[in-house]
């Protein structure tokens, strides 16, 4: 393995922080795709004449429906053949699938569209995940899937500027168009420019087995890290908060202060896309400072900005001015932002070069089918069960919901914390 890693570098291959970019950027457009349908719910609901429940259910389970069903297997696939090709075809499918968004006549068209962007994004997580696994080393990952993380805020940033402002000028059909493009044309990029990086190249001392190991053996290996099971439970409930907040926010705002699609855009869109950027390097680079030091800094530090972003996002709800409710947008997708990459390095870490993408797909099923799925759709469904008692009011009561969950997973990624050294030292010995 030593023999073919060094024949590997002395022939070249992707410089990782050009790699970094090139993933970062992937994920960016996820993301975009997925918040422009968000900031237009009121406008596409209007014109097929949705309710609220219907709207969350297209957010969420229409998405990820074939995006959990696909994910397993192109794990698999992931984790035998060439990794940079997926991420090309599936940036590929969901790109063309989001521009197509702009021309459905019904709904019906719609669900198709949303379910073939969530069959394409299901191309791109997991394997992103193990390549970056394969150009950084343990010691710079949670640095390196922080940075990674924060294309989840370059998309939000996009997404609200776009939906805002050609939403609002040439109507919501053309702000798909204008989102869909610049996958199309990432996508050659990454196909001419990047490397696929040899699997355990990062690694020191550790000697790749067979590839395609048995699934029963794979599975029973990565759950067998208790860190790994409880980051997986935090990082699910911390997709709750994600996706329940970046579906109705835009909504929120319009029911309860009348911002229109360009203060959406630009307000909200700036707060949110600079705040989430900061607390993602800020939360990457005081675990990966703090974690040399005693490992189990690495999820404390999310565990308590977890809980610093539930209380903030009471502020966000309950204020009695839009100013204030910027602000506690602004803090709580601040403080929301230090777990993602962390925990999302920490699963590559305490799992075996052979399976990692497929501890990757099951991180990404469960924060995509539970916490995205039921993350839009539960505020959606409690906006009409009590619209009739507090009016508009009811959304603020409905993203409670994303509040109780916060505090829960700020408990589980402290338990969590203590189980590190134990399963990084298991990888470390084999």
């Given at each position: 393995?030593?023999?073919?890693?060094?024949?590997?570098?002395?022939?070249?291959?992707?410089?990782p922080?050009y790699?970094?970019?090139?993933l970062?950027?992937?994920?960016?457009l996820?993301?975009?795709d997925?918040?422009?349908?968000?900031?237009?719910l009121?406008?596409?609901?209007?014109?097929?004449?949705?309710?609220?429940?219907v709207?969350?259910?297209?957010?969420?389970?229409?998405?990820?429906?074939f995006?959990?069903?696909?994910?397993?297997?192109?794990?698999?696939?992931?984790?035998?053949?060439?990794?940079?090709?997926?991420?090309?075809?599936?940036?590929?499918?969901?790109?063309a699938?989001?521009?197509?968004?702009?021309?459905?006549?019904?709904t019906?068209?719609?669900?198709?569209?949303?379910?073939?962007?969530?069959?394409?994004?299901?191309?791109?997580?997991?394997?992103?995940?193990?390549l970056?696994?394969d150009?950084?080393?343990?010691?710079?990952?949670?640095?390196?899937?922080?940075?990674?993380?924060?294309?989840l805020?370059?998309?939000i940033?996009?997404?609200?500027?776009?939906?805002?402002?050609v939403?609002?000028?040439l109507?919501?059909?053309?702000?798909?168009?204008?989102?869909?493009?610049?996958?199309?044309?990432?996508?050659?990029?990454?196909?001419?420019?990047?490397?696929?990086?040899?699997?355990?190249?990062?690694?020191?001392?550790?000697?790749?087995k067979?590839?395609?190991?048995p699934?029963k053996?794979?599975?029973?290996?990565?759950f067998?890290?208790?860190?790994?099971?409880?980051?997986?439970?935090?990082?699910?409930?911390?997709?709750?908060v994600?996706?329940?907040?970046?579906?109705?926010?835009?909504t929120?705002?319009?029911r309860?202060?009348?911002?229109?699609?360009?203060?959406?855009?630009?307000?909200?869109?700036?707060?949110?896309?600079?705040?989430?950027?900061?607390?993602?390097?800020?939360g990457?680079?005081?675990?990966?400072?703090?974690?040399?030091?005693?490992?189990?800094?690495?999820?404390?530090?999310?565990?308590?900005?977890?809980?610093?972003?539930?209380?903030?996002?009471?502020?966000?709800?309950?204020s009695?001015n839009?100013?204030?409710?910027?602000?506690?947008?602004?803090?709580?997708?601040f403080?929301?932002?230090?777990?993602?990459?962390?925990?999302?390095?920490?699963?590559?870490?305490?799992?075996?070069?052979?399976?990692?993408?497929?501890?990757?797909?099951?991180?990404?099923?469960?924060?995509?089918?539970?916490?995205?799925?039921?993350?839009?759709?539960?505020?959606?469904?409690?906006?009409?069960?009590?619209?009739?008692?507090?009016s508009v009011?009811?959304?603020?009561?409905?993203?409670l919901?994303?509040?109780?969950?916060?505090?829960?997973?700020?408990?589980?990624?402290?338990?969590?914390s203590?189980l590190?050294?134990?399963?990084?030292?298991?990888?470390e010995?084999?």
């Amino acid at each position: 393995m030593d023999s073919q890693i060094s024949e590997h570098k002395r022939l070249g291959q992707t410089q990782p922080n050009y790699a970094l970019l090139l993933l970062t950027l992937v994920f960016a457009l996820g993301l975009l795709d997925r918040v422009i349908f968000n900031v237009l719910l009121d406008p596409i609901r209007e014109e097929f004449h949705l309710s609220d429940t219907v709207m969350g259910l297209l957010s969420g389970f229409a998405f990820v429906a074939f995006y959990s069903a696909m994910t397993f297997p192109v794990a698999r696939l992931a984790d035998r053949y060439n990794r940079r090709n997926i991420v090309v075809t599936g940036l590929t499918i969901w790109s063309a699938m989001t521009a197509f968004s702009g021309l459905v006549a019904n709904t019906l068209q719609l669900t198709i569209a949303r379910i073939m962007v969530g069959f394409g994004e299901s191309m791109g997580s997991a394997p992103g995940h193990s390549l970056l696994s394969d150009f950084f080393p343990k010691e710079k990952r949670p640095k390196a899937f922080s940075i990674y993380s924060g294309g989840l805020h370059i998309g939000i940033l996009l997404g609200y500027i776009i939906a805002g402002l050609v939403g609002q000028m040439l109507g919501w059909r053309y702000a798909f168009f204008f989102a869909g493009a610049p996958g199309l044309i990432l996508a050659l990029i990454i196909r001419l420019t990047m490397k696929e990086p040899l699997r355990g190249s990062s690694e020191e001392h550790y000697k790749l087995k067979e590839l395609g190991i048995p699934l029963k053996e794979a599975l029973k290996d990565i759950f067998s890290r208790q860190s790994y099971l409880l980051v997986l439970i935090a990082t699910t409930m911390g997709a709750f908060v994600i996706y329940a907040l970046s579906t109705w926010e835009a909504t929120f705002l319009r029911r309860i202060y009348h911002f229109n699609g360009k203060q959406i855009g630009l307000i909200v869109g700036v707060v949110k896309g600079g705040t989430g950027l900061a607390g993602a390097f800020l939360g990457g680079w005081l675990s990966n400072t703090f974690g040399k030091k005693d490992y189990k800094y690495i999820l404390q530090i999310p565990a308590i900005a977890t809980f610093l972003c539930a209380a903030f996002s009471l502020v966000f709800l309950f204020s009695t001015n839009a100013a204030m409710a910027i602000i506690g947008l602004g803090m709580t997708t601040f403080f929301l932002a230090f777990h993602i990459g962390v925990s999302w390095g920490v699963a590559q870490t305490v799992t075996r070069v052979e399976v990692r993408t497929l501890a990757a797909a099951i991180l990404t099923i469960s924060c995509n089918f539970i916490g995205h799925g039921f993350g839009s759709s539960v505020p959606g469904f409690f906006n009409d069960l009590l619209s009739e008692t507090y009016s508009v009011n009811a959304i603020r009561y409905s993203l409670l919901s994303a509040t109780g969950v916060a505090w829960l997973a700020s408990i589980i990624y402290w338990k969590a914390s203590g189980l590190l050294r134990k399963d990084i030292n298991t990888i470390e010995q084999r």
